[in-house]
């Protein structure tokens, strides 16, 4: 094997080389392998001792994969994998899950040093306001978990309440996402989901009065959303003082409600974007002509002093 002088040297030499593909098949290319018996067991044991002279940070995702049932069962947009909720005996018993998981997995993020925890799903805030400190126990017992971290717990709107967002401040979680998609109740309702502006305001309202920096998602490009609309959501929850929008575009596709709509009614059964065909039962959706897209995505660039995306 070369040793690192010359491996210094060729990396040097080799620097400012013209490359029109990056992507390796190895690292060097094996075009400059010389050396055809390299032994497996030495290359993993220096792989070894050198992953353990490297400081190792993790980022915790820890999901719940309940969520309350929608018109039709889950929300028509959703192309996350998620179980219907069926009541508190589902959760008590999933943390049961997750304690049992963080035995198995103790002995393994031994000295890991964590760096943010993400309580995600389906639907982290279905919990009762008792139940966040076991949640987060769950991660106490395999981890210490250092001061000043970013601790999230993401959540509908409709299922927070001021007891809750206290439970969870009082357990250590630090930050708030809430899935506001849009703020305009008829809106909404294509997706089958349940919630109202007014509970919106309400969470961040009890956010600001526990000190919970929240954040909101929201998407555009969404059925019968017009430009205004968009912008309006926007404007909206810049105003309230959030610390972060994620701004996604509505993405129509797989086994979901909004994909099968789309579906039945693209311009190959001759049909205008825009349209609505008749008879067509269960909310209306209505997609936004290509032409909005465009202006859509110009609108994005104003929108980006206060959002990221
Ligand atoms: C894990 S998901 C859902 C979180 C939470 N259960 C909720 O419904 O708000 C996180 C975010 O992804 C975004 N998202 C989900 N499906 C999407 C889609 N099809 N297109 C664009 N954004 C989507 C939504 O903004 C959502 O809040
Ligand atoms: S959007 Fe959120 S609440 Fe709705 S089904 Fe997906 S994960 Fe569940």
């Given at each position: 094997?070369h040793?690192l002088?010359?491996?210094?040297a060729?990396?040097?030499?080799h620097?400012?080389?013209?490359?029109?593909?990056?992507v390796l098949?190895?690292?060097?290319?094996?075009?400059?392998w010389?050396?055809?018996?390299?032994?497996?067991?030495?290359?993993?044991?220096?792989?070894?001792?050198?992953?353990?002279?490297?400081r190792?940070?993790?980022n915790?995702?820890?999901?719940?994969?309940?969520?309350l049932?929608?018109?039709?069962?889950r929300?028509?947009f959703?192309?996350?994998?998620?179980e219907?909720?069926?009541?508190h005996?589902?959760?008590?018993e999933?943390l049961?899950?997750?304690?049992?998981?963080?035995?198995?997995?103790?002995d393994h993020?031994?000295?890991?040093?964590?760096?943010?925890?993400?309580f995600?799903?389906?639907?982290?805030?279905l919990y009762?306001?008792?139940?966040?400190?076991r949640?987060?126990?769950?991660?106490r017992?395999?981890?210490?978990?250092?001061?000043?971290?970013?601790?999230?717990?993401?959540g509908?709107?409709?299922t927070?309440?001021?007891?809750k967002?206290?439970?969870?401040?009082?357990?250590?979680m630090?930050?708030?996402?809430?899935?506001?998609?849009?703020?305009?109740?008829?809106?909404?309702?294509?997706s089958?989901r349940?919630q109202?502006?007014?509970?919106v305001?309400?969470?961040l309202?009890s956010?600001?009065?526990l000190g919970?920096?929240?954040?909101?998602d929201?998407i555009?490009?969404?059925?019968?959303?017009t430009?205004?609309?968009?912008?309006?959501?926007?404007?909206?929850?810049?105003?309230t003082g959030?610390?972060?929008?994620?701004?996604?575009?509505?993405?129509?596709?797989?086994?979901?409600?909004?994909?099968?709509?789309?579906?039945?009614?693209?311009?190959?059964?001759g049909?205008?974007?825009?349209?609505v065909?008749r008879?067509?039962?269960?909310?209306?959706v209505?997609?936004?002509?290509?032409?909005?897209?465009i202006?859509?995505?110009?609108?994005?660039r104003r929108?980006?002093?206060y959002?990221?995306v």
């Amino acid at each position: 094997m070369h040793d690192l002088q010359a491996v210094h040297a060729f990396v040097e030499k080799h620097r400012r080389r013209r490359q029109s593909n990056k992507v390796l098949h190895g690292h060097p290319s094996p075009v400059h392998w010389l050396e055809k018996d390299v032994p497996m067991r030495d290359v993993l044991q220096a792989r070894e001792q050198a992953n353990r002279a490297i400081r190792k940070q993790v980022n915790l995702y820890v999901g719940t994969p309940y969520c309350l049932p929608t018109d039709p069962d889950r929300c028509g947009f959703c192309l996350f994998p998620s179980e219907i909720y069926t009541g508190h005996r589902q959760l008590d018993e999933y943390l049961g899950y997750l304690e049992r998981e963080g035995d198995m997995f103790r002995d393994h993020f031994a000295g890991t040093e964590l760096a943010s925890i993400y309580f995600g799903g389906g639907t982290s805030n279905l919990y009762k306001a008792d139940q966040y400190p076991r949640l987060m126990d769950v991660v106490r017992g395999v981890f210490e978990i250092p001061p000043h971290i970013e601790v999230t717990l993401e959540g509908i709107p409709q299922t927070f309440t001021h007891d809750k967002l206290l439970g969870m401040k009082q357990s250590g979680m630090n930050r708030i996402s809430m899935g506001v998609q849009q703020l305009d109740d008829e809106l909404i309702k294509a997706s089958g989901r349940k919630q109202t502006s007014e509970q919106v305001y309400r969470t961040l309202e009890s956010c600001d009065a526990l000190g919970l920096p929240a954040s909101v998602d929201l998407i555009f490009g969404w059925p019968n959303q017009t430009l205004e609309a968009m912008v309006r959501d926007l404007e909206a929850m810049a105003a309230t003082g959030i610390t972060h929008i994620t701004h996604y575009e509505l993405n129509v596709a797989g086994r979901t409600d909004f994909f099968s709509k789309s579906e039945r009614r693209t311009p190959h059964d001759g049909r205008q974007p825009g349209d609505v065909p008749r008879g067509q039962s269960g909310p209306r959706v209505v997609w936004l002509h290509a032409g909005d897209t465009i202006r859509l995505r110009a609108e994005r660039r104003r929108a980006r002093e206060y959002v990221s995306v």
